[in-house]
């Protein structure tokens, strides 16, 4: 998998990973801010949150024509690094603006996704541009997947950081998270509290502070959802430190990409594979690009649900608590090496053909690997309590951290199917993810039935909650979805666009997931208005719907395709 890559994958890959670990700090925490600080519904903050998203992913479009036409990849690049830190440091302190503080929240959300239009799309097109030398051609699909997990390396202790971030600056202030307590202090404030309600909110609020009465309830919500609200910022804030290091990676290592083919050879070669193509075939390609791009329109929609319907479904219907064993899944530094640990103890007890050598050295090193880090498993899980509690945002690393597990596990499936000359073309895997996203929102319908909806709770505070195996069960199926589509999708673009306009290609890729991502408020829209089970049923029609079309146009995608 990581053998015979170009150097410069690794670079490119390592500056994606400090901007992509900043971005997802971000996206963890961010419709939850909203609501807490401002008191959004989830409806208006999903739609300021699919609107910022729309921008992150459609104005990489506009990066490659910059990229393509006047500064080229690096340079464009680097900028988008420059652009996205002065957002996130705005974003991270508002006060800068004086009172007008959500103004410059939104004009740090524009800056950002100007920053990401440059950055994203071009950084891709750089790793592409790599594999058009002969010599790394075949390995173009286990490039990205590599390129795709050190994205997911990053994304997977955002999460992690956010909470972190979180719980150090309530616990100065002296309280902890309880999600309920933003949500009745605005509706207190907006005088549409009942009397019972403000009951049950004056004992949540003992729970943090005793000395707290009815006539101090507005004042303590106050001081909370300003605490609360400033930890969500302090958090934002660390995709600056991130941004920097992003940016010493990639400068320090650019001969290592530059040289792979400099920018006035692959110029050169790109002129000479145009004479080559004839319109009538440039044309094909582009219309298959297209076809793709309306397909996976559908997936991103339903997928980037994890910031939104999924994350009001932790906060509100999943237990806030859970035993130690089961804290193994939100605690990273017990979980990655519990993951070491059982891989370690598979190699040390498969069966080696007869022809490998030092086999038995192999397993002392494996077995040892496996020991070291069941250890320091064990004696994380004993620092664990009885019972845990988490936030909402954690739920968000499942799916990169799957994406890390099975990343390996998907190159080794395919590599082998490769070699027995079965291997599905890049758009066929991209039709059955679509399959595999539908089911994971069958999982959620599923975990839904019999569950208060949003529309029926009122001023309902505690309802049933449901264990947190339901959520990370549905991230565990979409991963596998997400690694049939995406990186799949990525490389195909690579691979078919005309080499004049590979920028502007992979800029359409993003284009259309900026389309997914802003109809990913159809699920923030139905949220308070249909019954939870059937909200889900909305994207198992609409995944299953897509891989149905791109099945429809399979023959002609896999003309271009070879």
Request: aromatic share 16%.
């Amino acid at each position: 998998m990581f053998k015979g890559q170009p150097k410069g994958l690794f670079i490119t890959a390592l500056a994606n990973l400090g901007e992509r670990f900043g971005y997802y700090t971000m996206i963890a925490i961010f419709v939850l801010f909203l609501q807490a600080k401002y008191g959004y519904s989830e409806a208006d903050a999903g739609q300021i949150y699919a609107n910022f998203l729309l921008f992150v992913y459609f104005l990489p479009l506009f990066g490659g024509i910059i990229a393509d036409k006047w500064m080229g990849y690096r340079k464009t690049v680097t900028l988008g690094i420059i652009i996205m830190f002065v957002g996130y440091l705005l974003l991270a302190f508002p006060s800068i603006m004086g009172g007008k503080e959500i103004i410059a929240i939104y004009t740090a959300l524009g800056v950002i996704a100007l920053g990401t239009g440059l950055f994203k799309g071009n950084l891709q097109a750089l790793v592409g541009r790599m594999y058009d030398n002969p010599i790394y051609e075949k390995k173009r699909d286990s490039g990205f997947s590599v390129f795709y997990m050190f994205i997911n390396v990053g994304a997977m202790f955002a999460p992690t950081a956010a909470e972190a971030v979180v719980n150090f600056v309530m616990k100065r202030q002296q309280l902890f998270y309880d999600s309920r307590i933003p949500e009745l202090f605005h509706k207190l404030n907006g005088g549409n509290l009942s009397a019972s309600a403000q009951q049950d909110f004056l004992t949540i609020a003992q729970q943090q502070d005793a000395t707290v009465t009815l006539d101090g309830l507005q004042q303590f919500g106050q001081q909370y959802v300003d605490a609360l609200g400033g930890a969500y910022q302090l958090g934002f804030g660390v995709a600056c430190i991130s941004l920097i290091i992003s940016f010493i990676i990639f400068f320090l290592g650019r001969k290592t990409y530059e040289t792979a083919k400099t920018a006035k050879e692959a110029e050169k070669q790109a002129a000479s594979e145009e004479v080559v193509m004839s319109p009538k075939e440039t044309k094909e390609r582009i219309f298959a690009l297209l076809l793709v791009f309306i397909a996976v329109i559908f997936f991103w929609m339903a997928f980037h649900q994890n910031g939104l319907t999924l994350t009001y479904f932790a906060r509100d219907y999943t237990a806030t608590s859970v035993d130690k064993y089961s804290y193994i899944w939100f605690d990273l530094f017990a979980l990655i090496p519990l993951a070491i640990s059982l891989v370690c103890f598979y190699f040390t007890v498969k069966k080696y053909p007869a022809s490998s050598h030092n086999v038995s050295r192999k397993r002392l090193i494996y077995g040892l690997g496996a020991l070291v880090a069941g250890v320091f498993t064990y004696i994380r899980i004993s620092g664990f309590e009885a019972s845990n509690p988490f936030t909402p945002q954690l739920f968000q690393h499942f799916n990169p951290f799957f994406i890390v597990l099975l990343t390996p596990l998907a190159v080794t499936f395919f590599n082998k199917l490769a070699s027995r000359g079965k291997e599905p073309t890049a758009p066929r895997k991209i039709a059955y993810g679509m399959l595999i996203a539908g089911f994971a929102y069958l999982l959620m319908t599923w975990g839904s039935v019999g569950l208060l909806s949003p529309m029926d709770r009122g001023d309902v505070v505690d309802y049933t909650r449901v264990t947190p195996y339901w959520l990370i069960s549905t991230y565990f199926v979409l991963t596998i979805a997400e690694l049939f589509i995406s990186p799949m999708g990525i490389s195909f673009v690579s691979k078919v666009a005309p080499p004049k306009l590979k920028g502007l290609m992979q800029g359409g890729w993003f284009a259309a997931t900026a389309i997914g991502n802003f109809l990913i408020q159809v699920g923030s829209h139905f949220w308070s208005r249909v019954p939870l089970w059937s909200l889900w049923l909305i994207f198992v029609v609409c995944c299953l719907l897509s891989a149905l079309f791109i099945s429809s146009i399979m023959k002609r995608l896999e003309k271009v395709a070879r």
